[in-house]
Each structure stands twice: as structure tokens, then as C-alpha cells.
């Protein structure tokens, strides 16, 4: 069954919350002034499926085991590439924010059982480039791209709908998004926008 398309939106606003912010008025380059560039691009894409731990203990041949608890195992690629881009012409500091959102096949907003999370606007970052007391740029070209698996979403017992909403999506996004810097030390949680 395919998941039907859900729609999440924060409760509150984190800081440039779907913006794009152009700062020039902290900088001396301006379109018509040549210098060095930091350039970071950041992406997350992945799918998930709830897991139900059984409790063997009490299966038999006649008893089948009961759920002890359950989570989501969420299956992630996670992308960073950092620039350096020498003797370009931008118009100043760029900050726009990386887009993210998920599938699933819950009804009510919630993870559901299987879903997928996505970016449908990739994270930008570009600020003049870091330099030493010579004139050298410290900024690291680098790109960084893992896969890997997070449980996000523990609850006892078997899975219940009724406990699966919206607020539970906001602290698990939370809870992936937080640990990508542990995966990509240059990932930006906080140029993400749920």
C-alpha cells in the first residue's frame, strides 16, 4: 500500500523558518567585489518502518508472543557538501533554509507504519571564506555522504494508532535532524526547516 501524503507543519517557529536571508550589510563584497566563498549544500532523504519487538518469554507453541514494544527504524542517507569557492562575486552572506518533510500511512498526521521522509529544498549557506593571519583559507572543501539507521520513536506494548500524532512526528524529526551532526560533522540542524 502505497502511504497517503501528509502535510506537517512546526507549532512554533524556529529561527529563519522557511527564509532566505541576504546579509550584506556585514560584509565589504558586494555583486561587484571579487573574494573568496564558503559554500555548504545540505540534504536528508530516508524511509521508515515501525519494528515490534516481540516478548518471547511468554510464546508457546499455542501462544503466539506478545509485543513487548515497538519503534521506528528509520533508513537514512544524509548529504553535505562544503565549497570553496576562490574569487567570486556574490552579493554577501546567503542563508536558505533546507525544506523537510515525510509520507506516511497514518490517517492522523502521525508515523504510521511505513513512510518516507524527504528534502524538496535542499539547505544553502554561503559566507566570505575563513583566513588565517597570512592570507590562507582554513575553510575545508569537503563532501560527506553516510547512510545509516536511527530508532526513533520507542513506545511499549504493541503499536497503538491512537498514541501516533503529529506531536510525536515533531520529537522524532527533532531526534534525527539533532543527531545528523554526529553522522556529517558539518551538518546544520539548524538551517533545517520541518
Known amino acids: 500500500m502505497t502511504p497517503a501524503p501528509v502535510s506537517y507543519t512546526l507549532p512554533s517557529s524556529p529561527i529563519n523558518r522557511g527564509l532566505s536571508t541576504l546579509d550584506t550589510s556585514h560584509t565589504t563584497t558586494s555583486g561587484s567585489t571579487y573574494t573568496d566563498w564558503f559554500i555548504q549544500t545540505q540534504s536528508v532523504e530516508g524511509y521508515f518502518e515501525r519494528?515490534?519487538?516481540?516478548?518471547?518469554?511468554?510464546?508457546?507453541?499455542?501462544?503466539?508472543?506478545?509485543s513487548d514494544n515497538n519503534y521506528l527504524a528509520l533508513h537514512y542517507t544524509v548529504k553535505v557538501v562544503n565549497e570553496v569557492v576562490e574569487n567570486a562575486s556574490f552579493d554577501g552572506a546567503l542563508w536558505s533554509s533546507q525544506e523537510i518533510g515525510y509520507d506516511s500511512n497514518s490517517a492522523s498526521g502521525g508515523w504510521g507504519t511505513v513512510g518516507t521522509i524527504y528534502t524538496s529544498s535542499g539547505g544553502y549557506y554561503r559566507r566570505v571564506a575563513i583566513k588565517d593571519s597570512k592570507g590562507n583559507i582554513t575553510d575545508a572543501a569537503a563532501t560527506c555522504i553516510r547512510e545509516g539507521?536511527?530508532?526513533?520513536?520507542?513506545?511499549?506494548?504493541e503499536y497503538d494508532p491512537n498514541y501516533d500524532t503529529s506531536s510525536t512526528v515533531h520529537n522524532g524529526m527533532h531526534t534525527f535532524i539533532g543527531s545528523m551532526p554526529k553522522v556529517c560533522s558539518t551538518f546544520m540542524p539548524s538551517l533545517v526547516n520541518i
Open 51 to 66: 519494528v515490534n519487538v516481540l516478548d518471547s518469554t511468554f510464546s508457546s507453541v499455542i501462544n503466539v508472543p506478545a
Open 149 to 157: 539507521t536511527i530508532h526513533i520513536d520507542p513506545h511499549t506494548g
